[in-house]
């Protein structure tokens, strides 16, 4: 008998057919084979379950589990993270790559790491639509106070250390956790992050890639992009920040610190909240002053 499986991919989809091929077979080519995928299809009405029956009918590792009714995006995310009952997990998005040794180095580093939660790689950002690549390498340690490394991990994480892998038990206490006390999608990823980087729980690996497609789906790259109204904007930006930043707060106050560490987190920690949320008292002076200026206009 083989080794059993340590790791689960949780694939929630939904009409993935255009990207979704090239996927599951990035994930198929990893050089590390103990792992199975569960694809969550949310009632997809394209191609995407004949080709994850493609994938399943060769490789007994892809499992696909179809929900009769579109469930909602949160909860199909939520329902692939409940059905893993192995050591680690990660999400994989239908249209996000990886390296092929990409799990063999995230385990490895957790293998190595007891203490560590969550194991990231180096982010390569792709806009097709603009021909753009942007790389964001993990930052690494430096020598000198914990404090230093841990404030600069907040900010220069990446959204896609979601898509990393992680403790699935920890995982399951995080985002439950969060979800509990902050069931927005804007920036609901980033509070998921900052426990595990406040409790210096985070490891990465620069050899392996995380590759994210941005606006990569048919009819996506010469879509216009929409202009949301200016009173949304302002809405949602303030709502999620008067509920973001006391939580980004209370996750600092419910950890032991030094005095050295209690004092620097506690005068960088709005900043993040603002920094994360994208909505400092700048941008939304902006978004007022736009908005008066339409209006002005449009009366004259």
Known sequence: MGEAPRVTIGLPVYNGEDLMRECLAS????????????????????????????????????????????VGSEKNFLDALDRADTEFFLWRADDDLTSPDFLERMVARLDETPGAVLAVARVESRKPSKGRVKEIAFPENWPGPRVLNIVRHMFLSHPSWIYGLWRTDALRRHYRETWEK????????????????????????????????????????????????????????????????????QAVEER???????????????????FRVRSSPWRVWKLRMRKKLTGVLGRS
């Open 27 to 70: 994930i198929e080519a990893q050089t590390y084979p103990h792992f199975i995928v569960n694809i969550h299809d949310n009632a997809s009405t394209d191609r995407t379950v004949a080709i994850a029956e493609e994938f399943a009918a060769r490789d007994a590792r892809f499992r696909i589990h179809r929900n009769p009714v579109n």
């Open 182 to 249: 902050y069931p927005v999608g804007w920036a609901n990823d980033h509070l998921v992050l900052l426990g595990v980087i406040l409790d210096d729980a985070v490891v990465g690996d620069n050899q392996a890639c995380f590759i994210q497609r941005i606006g990569a789906r048919k009819g996506q790259l010469s879509a216009p992009k929409r202009r949301r109204p200016l009173d949304e904007l302002l809405a949602d930006k303030e709502a999620s920040l008067t509920r973001f930043r006391p939580l980004c707060r």
């Open 256 to 274: 032991e610190w030094s005095p050295l560490e209690r004092f620097v987190l506690n005068r960088v920690i709005d900043r993040y909240a603002y």
